[in-house]
């Protein structure tokens, strides 16, 4: 048997609270908290869709690290028999494992995470070398799904809430490498302001956690790298 604490409650005021699951083979924790629900307590609250590791709505704190629960084997975390679930720190609280999204997309739309088209558009489609310097830039960080897991797992964000978070300086990253952006000198500038990647101590929680295996923090040590160049003179 599992024994399993899980947070219950409602809008951040809630407290943990013990289950004894079957154990089994090839058991991930989010068959263990949906066998919770489905057995032994229908009224939990909790966030999935695709079940397979491509959604990432899943992802909540597994003894106290953030994690898609659809991927993380029970064998790998529970090897004393005991798992603690609780939902994504750093982001208000819904009910029980569902923590509040808003915020982490808020800050992304904050500082200008979306593409810009060019203000002429070419009669042609753009060229684009896929060996360029920036296409490889862009492309090594661009399968971020924003499932918050490097957010919740980011300590700058834990301390500064006004700091856009990992996720968000990646989106950015991805744009001013990007040739058919529009407006890449202004993705980086929002990126310089305040909040924004000089707020990153580069610790690298974010690029451990990321289920993806992206680097958030390479992408944010870029952003700082192109930011002192335009500041010295330089070119974009």
Known sequence: MLEVRLYRGQDGEGALQSYSV????SQTVLDVV?????????????RFACRVGMCGSCAMMVNGVPRWTCRTHV???AKD????????????????????????????????????PLEKVPETLLPI????????????????????????ACDVVAWKPDY???????????????????????HLSTALEAGGCLSCHGIG?????????LNPTRSIAGLKRSGFRVALGGKL
């Not at 856009?164 to 202004?186: F, I, K, Q, Y």
């Open 75 to 77: 064998d790998l975390v």
């Open 129 to 152: 070398d896929p060996a360029s310097t920036g296409r490889q830039e862009a492309d090594a960080a661009i399968e971020c799904i924003g499932c918050g897991v490097c957010y919740a």
């Open 34 to 46: 949906t066998t919770i629900q489905r057995e032994i307590d229908p009224a939990l609250a909790y």
């Open 164 to 186: 856009v978070g990992p996720a968000a300086l990646n989106r950015v990253w991805t744009l001013v490498n990007d040739e058919r952006d529009g407006d890449r000198s202004g």
């Open 81 to 116: 028999g005991k798992l603690t679930l609780e939902p994504l720190r750093s982001l208000p609280h819904i009910r029980d494992l569902v923590a509040d999204m808003v915020p982490f997309f808020d800050k992304m739309q904050a500082v200008g995470g979306r593409f810009i």
């Open 205 to 213: 929680s974010c690029a451990a956690h990321c289920p993806n295996a």
């Open 22 to 25: 079957p154990r089994r083979e």
